[in-house]
């Protein structure tokens, strides 16, 4: 579905590129259908995307509504996501 990419400097020069997937959460859309949400580190180990896929290629029903319960927090060692329906 999409990425969001991780910019430290953005006056900064650099070769960042894909490392390795760090975490990866699976959780159910409001229809039913799977969605994979990956954060991925580059080849330093900082972190590089985020990335959220429905596996059936549709937009996340979840993401499309505002929900004051829905967080997400990510902290050096910690990453928490909630949702207030799965």
Not at 24 to 37: K, N, P, S, T, W
Not at 38 to 55: M, P, R, V, Y
């Amino acid at each position: 579905m999409g990425s969001i990419r991780f910019i430290y400097d953005p006056n900064e020069e650099t070769n960042r590129q894909f490392g390795r997937k760090w975490k990866e959460v699976q959780f159910y859309d409001e229809d039913g259908i799977l969605v994979l949400a990956s954060i991925l580190l580059d080849n330093k180990g900082l972190a590089f995307e985020l990335e959220i896929w429905k596996t059936d290629f549709n937009p996340c029903y979840i993401f499309l509504k505002k929900r004051t319960s829905q967080s997400l927090n990510h902290k050096i060692n910690t990453i928490k996501i909630e949702y207030s329906k799965i």
